[in-house]
Antibody, heavy 120, light 107 residues
Framework: QLQLQESGPRLVKPSETLSLTCAVS??????????WGWIRQPPGKGLEWVGT???????YYNPSLKSRVTISVDTSKNQFSLTLRSVTAADTAVYYC????????????WGQGALVTVSS | DIQLTQSPSTLSASVGDRVTINCRAS??????VAWYQQKPGKAPKLLIY???SLESGVPSRFSGSGSGTEFTLTIFSLQPDDFATYYC?????????FGQGTKLEIK
């Protein structure tokens, strides 16, 4: 069974960089069949798509974050990472990593989520 | 960017009821719509993809329909486990986007 697990610092200071890693087990992020992504959810609010990547190197980012966000891949460790620079309190959210469903843009497998708080 | 508007924002219903949640898009997105169920403290769960396809393992009381800019999630015969928040998502084009959510409460 596919499993995704987010890890990384849960407290980040304003203006610094948020970094999270998603470890994938039970499947390969190098599979040609799937894309992978990040979604976030501020406390008590709705879902926001952050970005998506394909193992070949193609990446797609939400324009609202594009200048600050990078998704990178480590196929040797079967994991991918999210970096968000110059964070503010508005970036406080639960960050989920997830797999896209086959060739589509919907998400069929999700990590449990990681609450990252931006505060001094 | 494509905006999704869900209605209602909150819905009160009883076990056994049939309920309908609507999702309206600012542009035609057919059929690239998904529906998710989210419970407090948990990740969203995929229910419906490609507007009307039932995800494997999801009970058949969940049904999706619609085309163009108007989409609907119907739950036939509500069960106690169904009280949660529901989101629609469009993946017709980047940036992908979600509706603001519909909270389904027990009447």
């Amino acid at each position: 069974q596919l499993q995704l697990q987010e890890s990384g610092p849960r407290l980040v200071k304003p203006s610094e960089t948020l970094s999270l890693t998603c470890a994938v087990s039970g499947g390969s992020i190098s599979s040609t069949s799937f894309y992978w992504g990040w979604i976030r959810q501020p406390p008590g609010k709705g879902l926001e798509w952050v970005g998506t990547f394909y193992y070949s190197g193609s990446t797609y980012y939400n324009p609202s974050l594009k200048s600050r966000v990078t998704i990178s891949v480590d196929t040797s460790k079967n994991q991918f990472s999210l970096t968000l620079r110059s964070v503010t309190a508005a970036d406080t959210a639960v960050y989920y990593c997830a797999r896209h469903n086959g060739g589509g843009g919907d998400f069929d497998f999700w990590g449990q989520g990681a609450l990252v708080t931006v505060s001094s | 960017d494509i905006q999704l508007t869900q209605s209602p924002s909150t819905l009160s219903a009883s076990v056994g009821d049939r309920v309908t949640i609507n999702c309206r898009a600012s542009l035609s997105i057919s059929p690239w719509v998904a529906w998710y169920q989210q419970k407090p403290g948990k990740a969203p769960k995929l229910l419906i993809y490609k507007a009307s396809s039932l995800e494997s393992g999801v009970p058949s009381r969940f049904s999706g329909s619609g085309s163009g800019t108007e989409f609907t999630l119907t739950i036939f015969s509500l069960q106690p486990d169904d009280f949660a928040t529901y989101y629609c998502q469009q993946y017709n084009s980047y940036p992908y986007s979600f509706g603001q959510g519909t909270k389904l409460e027990i009447k």
